[in-house]
């Protein structure tokens, strides 16, 4: 009798995407949207790669394993084509995206609306004004022209505007347009997502496009957690007839079924281990000096209560910015790409359960939060990170019931993509923007091969928003399934 592992080598696929993150599933749904036969084999006993939910700490607390908050996943063109919300996604607002809490005067808030926002900025509301307002009511086709390969732009006088403001470094943005600390934090904090120091190009792009998002479409978390967004793409997926198969690792690619494309939710480190000798030379060597990083520390906690904010209006906010004034931010991030552990790291922390009741049991609550630390540390900073809590909430730590770590060897075991903790594909610096991961006009493809890359090591980049999987899809219907 044949084993299940003989049955799957014989099967023959269209397509078969290895891995089940948000960009795979995004491949595989829009393969399977257009009639293939695709499968997905992941190596985890779950699906979800980044975008995944589970009860870490004590049942009934919902945490989040990897991302929580997703300004790019309601803003995604893709996500927002699928009927997800059938196969059980639903957004959830916080009442504003973002607080950040200074050490003096109130906590300074990303509001939904930009009047808002602008009115506790001080002598900085008319820049940032100036700054976001004339892209939000452009939000779709921003995110069409910016969140996909570099290619010339549908929109282009609404993308060169974006590029004029917003493509250098978040220290050169905010000395330019900001007078007042209010406006600098706000900006430096939003910007250090970009994971580079703040002195490097392109963290204001980051910055702004993740500001603009913050008013045209909101920093939302998926009811239930992040596992809902995988879990519904998954389902929608199944729906069209694909199959997942879950709990294998892919080595190389003598362990997949016979396909005619295959697709890779992977980084350019395992694409080497997987598929090295069949990569063309120069791609080879280039893939090799991919860079990561940094890394990130990050840590869970079920609470007893809401965590206690100095300024209470820090829980109007989904998302909290833990860091003071843009120096000390800017110092942290500086510090780590130096390869060192700041004292005081810049923390980004989401407080779900405060707007969704199913994360926790009644009056609990469930804390997420995490910091960059240099690539593959072995340092614990949770200590660290709960000192920075309680610098803006004094009183947190008499709330924790349980808490649990990941530094970036736990991140790495979980899900190979995180290497050495990083987890964003790769660094985002400008060269590994425009070239990602090489310069070429389909940089899915792998040349003369029919593999293609589909993670967030390709454009736009990290973020749970499925566009990689999407353009790596299309990109494998063009090359090597059309006419199958
Ligand atoms: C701690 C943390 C916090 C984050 N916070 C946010 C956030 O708040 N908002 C946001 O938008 N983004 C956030 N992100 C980033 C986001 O999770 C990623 O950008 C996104 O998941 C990338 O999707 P992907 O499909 O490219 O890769 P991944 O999600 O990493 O998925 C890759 C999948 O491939 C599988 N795989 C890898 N190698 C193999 C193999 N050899 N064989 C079989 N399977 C394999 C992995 O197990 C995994 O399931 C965060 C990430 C982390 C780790």
């Known amino acids: 009798m044949r084993g299940r592992d003989d049955r799957i080598a014989s099967a023959r696929f269209d397509a078969v995407v290895v891995g089940s993150g948000p960009n795979g599933l995004s491949a595989a749904v829009t393969l399977a949207r257009d009639g293939y036969d695709v499968r997905v084999v992941e190596g985890a006993e779950e699906i979800g790669g980044g975008a995944c939910s589970a009860e870490l700490t004590i049942p009934g607390f919902v945490h989040d394993l990897c991302s929580a908050v997703h300004p790019l996943g309601v803003g995604s063109p893709f996500l927002r084509s699928l009927p997800l919300a059938d196969h059980g996604l639903e957004w959830i607002h916080p009442h504003a995206p973002l607080a950040h809490p200074l050490d003096q005067g109130g906590a300074v808030l990303l509001e939904r609306s930009v009047d808002a926002t602008a009115s506790g900025l001080g002598a900085d509301a008319a820049a940032w004004r100036e700054l976001v307002g004339p892209f939000v009511d452009r939000w779709d086709a921003l995110a069409r022209d910016l969140l996909g390969p570099p290619r010339f732009p549908r929109r282009p006088v609404t993308a060169l505007r974006f590029a004029l403001r917003a493509l250098r470094s978040s220290r050169s943005l905010t000395r330019a347009r900001f007078r007042g600390e209010r406006a600098r934090a706000l900006f430096s904090g939003i910007a250090a997502h970009s994971m580079l120091p703040l002195d490097v190009v392109p963290s204001a792009a980051v910055g702004t496009i993740l500001g603009i998002a913050g008013h045209a479409v909101g920093w939302p978390v998926p009811k239930g957690g992040a596992g809902t967004i995988t879990g519904a793409l998954a389902a929608y997926f199944r729906s069209l007839g694909g199959t997942i198969e879950t709990g294998r690792w892919i080595r190389s690619l003598g362990d997949l079924p016979p396909a005619r494309a295959i697709l890779l939710d992977v980084t350019p480190r395992q694409l080497l281990s997987i598929a090295g000798p069949r990569l063309p030379a120069l791609y080879r060597s280039r893939l090799a000096r991919w860079r990561y990083g940094p890394g ?180 494998a219907i063009r090359g090597s399934l059309r006419g199958v």
């Open 296 to 475: 990130v520390f990050k840590v869970d906690w079920a609470l007893e209560g809401p965590i206690p904010w100095r300024d209470p209006a820090c829980a109007r906010a989904g998302t909290v910015h833990l860091g003071g004034r843009e120096a000390e931010i800017e110092a942290a991030e500086a510090a780590v790409a130096r390869g060192e552990h700041p004292k005081r790291p810049f923390v980004l922390l989401a407080q779900p359960s405060l707007f969704d009741p199913t994360r926790a049991p009644a009056g609990k609550h469930v804390a997420w939060a995490y910091t960059h630390v240099p690539v593959g540390s072995e340092l614990d900073v949770g200590d660290r990170i709960a000192a920075q809590i309680e610098r803006f909430a004094p009183g947190f730590a008499d709330l924790v019931l349980a808490r649990r770590s990941a530094g970036p060897a736990e991140l790495e075991r979980r899900n190979p993509n995180c290497v050495g903790g990083s987890i964003g594909g790769g660094s985002q610096d400008l060269a590994q923007t425009i070239a990602r991961p090489l310069p070429r006009p389909d940089p899915y493809r792998v040349p003369g091969t029919r593999l293609y890359l589909c993670s967030s090591s390709t454009p736009p980049g990290p973020g749970v928003h499925g566009l990689c999987g999407w353009y790596a899809a299309r990109s």
